[in-house]
């Protein structure tokens, strides 16, 4: 155990009241109470977005810490068999295995984690994510740490100037690359656009060898774990705030001009990414359109002090009408591309049953 302080987001897909709309209450209770139980964490909250439940928590374990990750196994796993007596849609869903076996990854849960020495004011703000994919950060996580057209304190910051260091997962093949900002700008972009396969997993400030963590996001596929389409990945985001790293206007700011993502009913749709209060994350229409919550937490002490409910505000009114015009758009072209994913993002949804049971009346061409 050190003096450091480790925040973990864990979320699972663990059942919704009738669809993928919401975690009951009922859900929620039962996996504070696994929380409330454990002498490991300095503090914790339970929250959702749409149909994914959220555990926030603060201990002094570091990342990737068994424990913790066996702790959060239990409280979903709790919620399950709540979900189960409920009859509730999709219980359990995300848990991919029967048994705990050290860690979740790769069992299903989205994981972002990160460990820092807490500062003289540490403002963090975590984003929450339904029915889209890790690579949904990719754009705002680029805008934040390292567009001057949206993070002014890249200009103006003299402790931002330098830039940030973005590490990328290739998750296909199973790799990662570290990119220098702003000096490899272009090399990376090349990259984090194509957001279904390169995803930005975590980002660090220069200059700061000791405690330069900056951002940090969950990288979990679904698909690639269970080697079928399961349910949405759903990915969490962490981003601290301040003090030489992006003011908090700065990181909500790349969510007032929504941009599309995949995931959207059945996983297979591209719609807009709409800022939504937590309240307000319910999806409905067409499964979706995906939704992104944003949680700002004063750490104190170790214990969170919040949340605020950043997109509650009425501020992000004209992203919603934009987002909502974006999806009405997209819905017309009802089964055809763009709005449907291409086919080689759909080879985990039902989509290969289907190619499967048509192979055999297809015929060479002849000309």
């Not at 450091?4 to 709309?21: Q, W």
């Not at 929620?28 to 994914?52: C, F, P």
């Not at 690639?224 to 389409?229: I, R, S, V």
Request: proline residues 7%; glycine residues 8%.
């Amino acid at each position: 155990m050190t003096d450091k302080i480790t925040l973990s987001v864990i979320k699972a897909d663990v059942g919704s009241l009738c669809g993928h709309t919401s975690v009951p209450p009922e859900l929620i209770d039962r996996a504070e109470e696994k929380l409330a139980d454990s002498d490991l964490l300095d503090d914790y909250q339970v929250t959702y977005v749409g149909d994914d439940m959220e555990l926030i928590m603060t201990h002094r374990l570091g990342t990737d810490h068994n424990d913790i990750h066996e702790l959060a196994w239990d409280a979903f796993l709790a919620a399950t068999e709540v979900a189960n007596e409920l009859k509730l849609y999709g219980a359990g869903q995300d848990l991919l295995s029967d048994a705990f076996s050290g860690n979740v990854k790769g069992m299903g849960p989205g994981v972002a984690e990160m460990e820092f020495t807490e500062r003289k004011s540490e403002p963090v703000v975590v984003l929450m994510a339904d029915k889209t994919e890790p690579g949904a950060w990719n754009l705002p996580l680029y805008k934040i740490f390292a567009d001057p057209f949206n993070t002014a304190g890249l200009v103006v910051d003299p402790n931002m100037h330098d830039g940030f260091d973005f590490l990328v997962y290739d998750l296909k093949e199973g790799k990662k690359i570290a990119f220098s900002m702003p000096e490899e700008l272009y090399d990376m972009l090349v990259f984090i656009g194509a957001q279904s396969r390169f995803v930005i997993h975590s980002i660090y400030r220069k200059g700061n060898e000791e405690d330069n963590i900056a951002a940090t996001a969950s990288t979990q596929r679904l698909s690639l774990a269970a080697g079928e389409y399961v349910g949405k990945d759903d990915p969490v985001c962490i981003i601290r705030c301040q003090s030489g790293l992006p003011a908090v206007g700065e990181v909500l700011e790349p969510f007032a001009q929504p941009h599309l993502v995949s995931g959207w009913m059945r996983g297979s749709h591209h719609g807009p990414l709409i800022p939504v209060s937590t309240e307000g994350s319910t999806p409905t229409r067409f499964d979706g359109p995906p939704r992104v919550c944003a949680l700002g937490y004063q750490i104190t002490n170790g214990k969170l002090l919040g949340p605020q409910d950043f997109f509650a505000d009425v501020a992000f009114d004209e992203a919603r009408k934009t987002a909502n015009r974006i999806a009405n758009y997209m819905r017309t072209m009802g089964p055809f591309e763009p709005h449907r994913l291409p086919l080689d993002e759909m080879e985990y949804t039902t989509l290969p049953h289907v190619m499967k049971s048509l192979e055999d009346r297809f015929e060479p061409i002849d000309e």
